[in-house]
């Protein structure tokens, strides 16, 4: 099983800055499709971004669209999450995710990842 391990998160006021990481046992590189989602207190999992790992396109929520940038390392071994304009709504436990063979799915759908990861916690303070 391919472990995901996420890291970077913690505690900002609104308007700042976070970079999340997602190590994984397997390269990126060979997945297809890597995503971020968070998870509020009482809300359901949200996907928030996701990477299409072979020609690098990425597809945001709308409510993180120009605030939050997905990437990946130049050697496809780690994804990052950059968030910046953090706002007291971004509050949540965020995940890594991954699938690893292509199907066609809607990039956000989090049934469709196989591979999770214990997810990192981000506070934002008003």
């Known amino acids: 099983q391919v472990q995901l391990q996420e890291s970077g998160g913690g505690s900002v006021q609104a308007g700042g800055s976070l970079r999340l990481s997602c190590a994984s046992s397997?390269?990126?590189?060979?997945?297809?499709?890597m995503g971020w989602f968070r998870q509020a207190p009482g809300k359901e999992r949200e996907g928030v971004a996701a990477?299409?790992?072979?020609?690098?396109?990425?597809v945001y929520a709308d409510s993180v669209q120009g605030r939050f940038t997905v990437s990946q390392d130049y050697l496809g071994n780690t994804l990052y999450l950059q968030m910046n304009s953090l706002k007291p709504d971004d509050t949540a436990m965020y995940y890594c995710?991954?699938?690893?063979?292509?199907?066609?799915?809607?990039?956000?759908?989090?049934?469709?990842?196989?591979?999770w990861g214990q997810g990192t916690q981000v506070t934002v303070s008003s």
């Open positions: 995710a991954a699938v690893w063979t292509p199907r066609s799915m809607p990039a956000l759908a989090s049934w469709a990842y196989t591979d």
């Open positions: 397997r390269p990126t590189r060979s997945s297809f499709l």
């Open positions: 990477f299409y790992t072979t020609g690098g396109r990425a």
